[in-house]
């Protein structure tokens, strides 16, 4: 399977992705799948530009990053472009993911504190005597 070309429901069953998701990332100029006929047809080169676009959309980068990036690849530099490129990309989103995580974190710490607090109030609301009626 390494070098025969793949019909779109074997990539669809390879990549765990829908039909739409390939025909939208060749509309993006990402894929560039053979043609014959109605039938599209994936390259080797085709399956490694999809396993590289959604890892990169599992890290959050942009549709246009990715596609940036993967047009660096034939730049003849055996792909020090493409990967100094890709580091400076990953090391910028690696930022951006840490400082959401420690904003979540912050979050996630204050709304335990107000439950704990609500908890305490409603545990002494429960406790208090009611007035006499």
Known sequence: MSTEMMTIRQMCDAF??????????ESKELLFPKREGQKRLFTKR??????????????????EEIRQLLNLYDRGDQQLTQLTQTYEVAKSRLNDLERQRDELTAAIDDLKDQMKWGEK?????????KAAE
């Not at 765990?16 to 990332?25: G, K």
């Open 16 to 25: 765990h992705v829908t039909p739409r998701t390939l025909r939208f990332y």
């Open 121 to 129: 109030m409603i545990a002494s609301i429960r406790q208090t005597p």
């Open 46 to 63: 085709d399956r490694a530009r999809l396993k590289l676009i959604l890892r990169g959309k599992r890290f959050g980068f942009s549709l």
